[in-house]
């Protein structure tokens, strides 16, 4: 949930994210919270109880799930995504769309994105979201030049 705290810390705080050395931001597969957790635990538990589940974390903790969708579209620098393709916690079979779509589309900046996938130029693992973040430890050459191109 790194992407998802960065996005919400850049929303709360912009003035500590206002800092010139800050380039850009990297976002491993962040999610639409609520649907992946609703996706997470009716396929895991065979329940549909996303919205009881959200009612005992603010119960318990004062604080509900992360709203990438909202808190994307305070970022000030360029960020490349990362997601795995065919997440089935992130993918909405329904609309075809992976839940990252809606948050990229929403970030203001400049923008990329990078499907991991096993096929392809760059095949890397079995679909599943654990694959995604080991993704860039095979294969680095995109993340090092998005960074190059957004350092000096």
């Keep these: 949930m790194g992407a998802s705290a960065t996005f919400q810390a850049w929303s709360e ?3 500590t994210f206002a800092d010139p ?4 931001v ?6 639409i ?3 992946m957790n609703e996706r997470f635990i009716i396929a895991k538990a065979n329940m549909d109880i996303v919205d009881e589940v959200l009612a005992a974390q603010i119960d318990q903790y004062g604080f509900g799930f992360a709203d990438n969708l909202t808190h994307v579209q305070n970022l000030t620098v360029p960020v490349l995504f990362s997601q795995v393709e065919a997440d089935e916690y992130t993918f909405d079979p329904e609309t075809g769309i992976n839940n990252v779509q809606l948050i990229y589309g929403a970030a203001p900046t400049e923008k990329d994105i990078i499907w991991v996938r096993e096929t392809g130029d760059n095949p890397h693992g079995t679909g ?4 995604g973040y080991g ?5 680095p050459s995109e993340l090092l030049t998005f960074l190059d191109n957004h350092f000096e």
């Design 13 to 15: 705080a912009p003035q």
């Design 21 to 24: 050395q800050i380039k850009s």
């Design 26 to 31: 990297v976002a491993v597969q962040p999610p």
């Design 33 to 35: 919270a609520y649907e």
């Design 128 to 131: 599943k979201r654990f694959d």
């Design 135 to 139: 993704y860039f430890n095979k294969y």
